[in-house]
């Protein structure tokens, strides 16, 4: 079968599409011919080595799989060959492991996916785990009543969007271009604020009437992640879930300071808080499952390839031109 490695980590070049041994099945295993395949973040950190749960060498990057069960072990009980079902790496003892024809795993880590839910957007659905934490996991006591989603047109972004107008917030995105813009919009955001150009906390104190948001989602942080302070409503929180531009380098307890009159919180956040909660983890998939049967949320694809197209694929994830999913399909 095929399947994609890495044995010396890089750019999109150290992507080898090769030929390999089909996997061993265990007994309490279940074998998945693959359908489609996320393609993400986590993938390029595996690939560049830069992931702090890096898989050992050769790796294989893909975190995200849907396909059909194409065998069962002689232990495995509820589970049957030809149903369709839902992998992600972070129900395995290691990330990676899914950019492959056909991907051994645990009986129970896969997700039985409706006969109404395509492959290529279930493999969109661990971006909505994120989201779905992010919005309810990071708040204050109170419930959130809005949201200032940073990168709004990203495949996290999208989701964030969704969501929050799912839960009734009022939904601000940042873009960078009029394409992404129309998009962000498209999938339900009230407001855009185009931060190369506008004054992003102005403009988000404008349009909330003075008041801000109660929620700040940011993947970039950088140097200017602490002046998202000053976009916040009384008892509203900052949230890093990612640092893809660099950490600050002023001092966080002084930057919060400045703004005691709203009690700001600052909070870190990475979906690896569900590594030891496998229920917690679980249940919010299954919810996102559930929200995508009966069309409460619809992923938006950007671009398909097929598996032998990895290197183009990381390509255009390593671009940041992307808005919504890369997804992959046998071939």
């Not at 750019?11 to 599409?17: K, M, T, V």
């Not at 069962?72 to 149903?83: E, I, P």
């Amino acid at each position: 079968m095929k399947a994609v490695l890495v044995h010396r980590p890089g750019g999109p070049e150290a992507l080898d599409y090769a030929e390999v041994p089909m996997p061993d099945l265990g007994e309490r295993d279940v074998l998945i011919r693959a359908q489609a395949f996320g393609v993400g973040q986590p993938d390029r950190l595996i690939r560049s080595g830069a992931y702090k749960w890096m898989p050992p060498l050769p790796a294989n990057p893909g975190n995200d799989v849907a396909g059909i069960l194409e065998a069962v072990g002689t232990n495995v009980s509820g589970l049957a060959v030809g149903q369709r079902v839902l992998l992600s790496a972070r129900d395995l003892a290691q990330r990676g492991g899914c950019y492959a024809e056909y991907v051994a795993a645990p009986a129970d880590a896969v997700h039985l996916l409706p006969d109404n839910v395509a492959f290529e957007d279930a493999v969109c659905l661990p971006n909505y785990q994120v989201a779905w934490a992010l919005l309810h996991r990071c708040g204050a006591s109170t419930p959130p009543h809005s949201a200032l989603i940073v990168g709004a047109a990203g495949g996290v972004g999208t989701s964030l969007v969704q969501f929050a107008k799912l839960a009734g917030m009022t939904a601000i995105g940042t873009v960078s271009t009029r394409e992404k813009a129309a998009f962000a919009k498209q999938m339900g955001a009230d407001e855009i604020i185009f931060y190369r150009d506008e004054d992003v906390v102005g403009r988000t104190r404008a349009l909330t009437g003075g008041r801000g948001v109660s929620l700040v989602l940011d993947h970039v942080c950088g140097p200017e992640f602490y002046s998202y302070l000053g976009a916040l409503d009384k008892w509203g929180t900052l949230v890093s879930y990612n640092a893809f531009a660099g950490l600050p380098t002023e001092n966080a307890m002084g930057e919060m300071r400045k703004y005691l009159d709203i009690c700001p919180a600052i909070r870190c956040f990475s979906f690896h808080i569900y590594d030891h909660d496998r229920e917690g983890r679980r249940e919010i998939m299954r919810t996102v499952i559930g929200h995508l049967a009966d069309g409460t949320i619809r992923p938006s694809i950007f671009r398909r390839f097929k598996l032998s197209e990895v290197r183009a694929a990381h390509e255009l994830l390593d671009s940041g031109t992307a808005f919504g999913k890369i997804v992959m399909i046998p071939g």
